[in-house]
């Protein structure tokens, strides 16, 4: 009996110890998610007692703390139930160690998608004052929309060009560079309607949300905020149609913007936001426009890489 229990709790030990092989921070990339876009998953405390999770994915949003998640037989599981338009929503995802990378699936009704989770990679870069600037790239000359083109593919692209503006009327499909870049800092001009909203996505992984708010309180999705996970300092926002203006610097992980001439955001990145559409977060992503929550205008759009 002695050796039978002990065979039992060596047995549990070894599962254990493979359960903490999910923890960490994942990177997911989605094959045939519809709006292209990319996931991202928090794990800790993977075989102990105190199992939490963070995530960021479908339908999209916020970044949310898992409601209930657990290991059973060497399978994670985490689910969310939220308010739907017409009835509840129940969402499950499950998902299995295979090497270095979990491959996961998600089911909502009738929806299933599969993914692929891979560790996120360790940026040790900083803003420290050591970068120089490169020679500036204008990413919007005025005239067309050359450069860039829509996130996904096969719907229209909703912008039009007109008197030097980068304009869409809300429900465009978002625009991204064709070129990748990795640290910089961006000069953004914009306007928005009243109640609209918009975001500049960072490598393609981190926005910058543009949001009509002034004068109201400060939360994660303020305007000028790191969206979900950066709160801004200061509500510095001006009346709807007003020309505003962003300075952003991205180093690494580290990010700072500076909104209407006043440094309001600065922190660390600790993982994807919902525009994200480029899981690999080692490598250059594009820029983000976003345009498909209501009417926005840009221009002097202008990227200055920063190279040792």
Partial sequence: MRNRVLLLLIAAGASFAGDSGFNGRWD?????????????????????????????????????????????????????????????????????????????????????????????????????????????????DGTDLKGWHGIIPGKELGWSVHD???????????LETDAKYWNFKLHVEYRVGAHSNSGIGLRGRYEVQILEDKGRPIDQHSNGGLYSRIRPTENVSKDPGEWQTYDIRLVGMDVSVVSNGKLITKGVIDGLTAIACDWEEGKPGPIILQGDHGPVDFRNVVLTPLVK
């Fill in 28 to 140: 997911i990339e989605v094959p045939k998610e519809p709006r292209h876009h990319a996931w991202w998953l928090e794990v800790t405390g993977a075989g102990t007692p105190d199992m939490k999770g963070r995530f960021v994915g479908f339908p999209g949003g916020d970044m949310n703390n898992i409601q209930k998640i657990w290991i059973e037989n060497g399978e994670l599981h985490f689910t969310f139930d939220r308010a739907g338009n017409k009835a509840p929503l129940h969402q499950e995802y499950t998902a299995k160690q295979a090497g270095k990378e979990l491959h996961g699936t998600f089911r909502q009704g009738n929806t299933s998608l599969d993914w692929i989770g891979h560790r996120a990679p360790v940026i040790k870069e900083k803003d420290d004052g050591s970068w120089k600037e490169g020679k500036p790239i204008n990413l919007f």
């Fill in 164 to 174: 030097q503006l980068l304009s869409s009327t809300g429900g465009a499909n978002n």
